[in-house]
């Protein structure tokens, strides 16, 4: 079974600093990507960063990096320089293959940016 | 650059009333999967299909059917409706499995009544 943890419920930054948000995850699975979406008050959900398994280095996406630790099971999303409008939810997801590689969320965790 | 879209956004039912929410995406995409979030949750899966005319059930399916007869739409439909099914509902497509990268329509906000 596959498991996805965002420990945080919600978050506050300052504009144009970085903000870390965690995510912790497991399953046994020796293949599976990790995926990171942001939904904002509209609703919609919106694809930002995508790391596989295998890949040796760290997934980036303009001011969206993916800090993968294999090891430890974690793949925090660090968005550096926040602006105003990364207010939003973000939910941390993963597929693998035990799961037919359906996608599993965590809960997610409410970032708000102030001026 | 339509993307996945839905129909409607927003509808009010009564209990045990039917509804049938559409799903259509424009980018050719194998994989189409109907998901519900509920306040504080992340999103569950209902059902899924891997293709034209084949469906399954994914964490959360009952009282809920799916029909996929065309590529490019999947149908998810309430046959009695019930509070408990009040939630705002996401399709997504995906070219294939594996650690393709799902994208989402903007989602149905349901209630019932």
């Known amino acids: 079974a596959q498991k996805i943890t965002q420990t945080q419920p919600g978050m506050f930054v300052q504009e144009k600093e970085a903000v870390t948000l965690d995510c912790t995850y497991d399953?046994?699975?020796?293949?599976?990507?990790l995926f990171w979406y942001k939904q904002p008050s509209s609703g919609e959900m919106i694809f930002l960063i995508y790391q596989g398994s295998y890949d040796q280095q760290n997934a980036t996406e303009g001011r969206y990096s993916l800090n993968f630790q294999k090891a430890r099971k974690s793949a925090n999303l660090v968005i550096s320089a926040s602006q105003l409008g990364d207010s939003a939810m973000y939910f941390c997801a993963m597929r693998g293959y035990s799961n037919d590689y359906k996608l599993s969320f965590g809960a997610g965790t409410t970032v708000t940016v102030r001026a | 650059n339509a993307g996945v879209t839905q129909t409607p956004k927003f509808r009010v039912l009564k209990t045990g009333q039917s509804m049938t929410l559409l799903c259509a995406q424009d980018?050719?995409?194998?994989?189409m999967y109907w998901y519900r979030q509920d306040p504080g949750m992340g999103l569950r899966l209902i059902h899924y299909?891997?293709?034209?005319?084949?469906?399954a059930k994914g964490e959360v399916p009952d009282g809920y059917n799916v029909s996929r007869l065309k590529k490019q739409n999947f149908l998810l439909g309430l046959e009695s409706a019930a509070p408990s099914q009040t939630s705002v509902y996401f399709c997504?497509?995906?070219?294939?499995?594996?650690?393709?990268?799902?994208?989402f329509g903007p989602g149905t906000r349901l209630t019932v009544l």
């Open positions: 980018m050719n995409h194998e994989y």
């Open positions: 299909s891997v293709g034209e005319g084949t469906t």
């Open positions: 997504a497509s995906s070219q294939g499995q594996g650690t393709d990268t799902q994208y």
């Open positions: 399953t046994s699975d020796p293949s599976y990507g």
